[in-house]
């Protein structure tokens, strides 16, 4: 199955509990009155776009109706998937990967899928004929290092561990050390997975945050933090703080296949300053595709 197919597949739920229902309700002759932007807007709010964005797409709906003199409700469907559209933009954010070795640093909460991310990318990079290392920077437990060792493998690339319970920063220095001696074009740092809300853990990565930059002056060139996509608006507040603490460049929205959630994708647009540059559509090594909002848009309307 093509990705595309995949992502389409993926957003069942989601088109089934939003773009499905809203179709119903403007359907037969309905009229386009206050009760129905109020179901229209309450749709929204079950998707997960948020409560501001939801009321705000509704605003626009409304406008747009009175604009338009529209009088058909079943033309509200076609509005909310162009109001959208707009919303999302059509750029998409690629990775700005500027030094050699680049050194992506991923982070995110735990069981959000960064192990398994970071197994994806570094399979991306070599498909693209890059030389890719990786750094078991996780180190709270071992199986995390195992983990990653089993990705490495799945993968073709090495790995530079420690062993449990050794210092993040210490792993990382060395795996750049490694990348520099070895001509490697991307590093790849797996990190523990960490509750935004202690500040301990937070402190640790900017430690390794300078850690890296003292060694190479331009890095991390990307800090990728990984939202699941199935925890819906609880993966917005994780983002604004991981932004504020760790200077996140790039969201990875994992688990979209299967969610009815995705309308979480809407939410992270309008409510954060943090583009979405991945997104995840299942556990194998080819489930992750480049982000790409007017793909999305059409997959999410199953058009
Ligand atoms: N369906 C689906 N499952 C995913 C996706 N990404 C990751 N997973 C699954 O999510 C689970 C957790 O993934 P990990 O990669 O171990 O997550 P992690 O963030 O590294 O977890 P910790 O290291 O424990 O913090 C695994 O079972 C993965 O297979 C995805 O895009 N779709
Ligand atoms: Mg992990």
């Known amino acids: 199955m093509g990705l595309f197919s995949k992502l389409k597949e993926g957003l069942t739920k989601t088109r089934q509990g939003f773009v499905a229902k809203i179709e119903t309700l403007v359907s037969g002759g309905k009229k ?24 705000e797409l509704v605003e626009d709906l409304r406008k747009a109706v009175k604009e338009r003199k529209v009088d058909d409700a079943a033309e ?44 994806k990318l570094a399979h991306n990079f070599r498909e693209e004929g890059r030389k890719v290392l990786l750094a078991a920077g996780d180190t709270f437990r071992a199986a995390a290092i195992d983990q990653l060792q089993i990705w490495a493998g799945r993968v073709g690339c090495d790995i530079i561990k420690h062993s449990e319970g050794a210092d993040t920063a210490a792993v990382v220095f060395d795996a750049i050390q490694a990348a520099k001696a070895r001509d490697i074009d991307v590093l790849i740092v797996d990190t523990a997975g960490r509750l935004h809300t202690k500040a ?41 703080i991981f932004g504020e603490a760790s200077g996140v460049t790039g969201i990875v929205l994992t688990k979209l296949d299967g969610t009815a959630k995705g309308g979480v994708v809407i939410g992270i647009k309008t409510e954060l300053n943090i583009p979405v540059k991945y997104v995840g559509v299942g556990e194998k090594i080819d489930d992750l595709r480049e982000f790409d909002p007017k793909e999305f848009v059409e997959a999410l309307f199953g058009d």
């Open 200 to 240: 301990n853990l937070m402190e640790e990565l900017k430690k390794l945050f300078r850690v890296i930059s003292r060694e190479l002056p331009d890095s991390p060139d990307e800090v990728l933090l990984v939202l699941d996509a199935t925890t819906g608006q609880n993966a917005i507040s994780q983002a604004k």
């Open 76 to 119: 509200l469907r076609n509005i909310l998937k162009e109001l959208i559209a707009d919303i999302m933009g059509e750029e998409q954010a690629g990775l700005s990967l500027r030094s050699k070795p680049a050194v992506i640093v991923v982070v995110g909460v735990n069981g959000v899928g960064k192990t398994t991310t970071i197994g």
């Open 32 to 55: 386009i009155d206050e009760e129905l932007y109020e179901e229209i807007e309450e749709l929204l709010i079950q998707a997960d776009v948020g409560v501001n964005t939801a009321v």
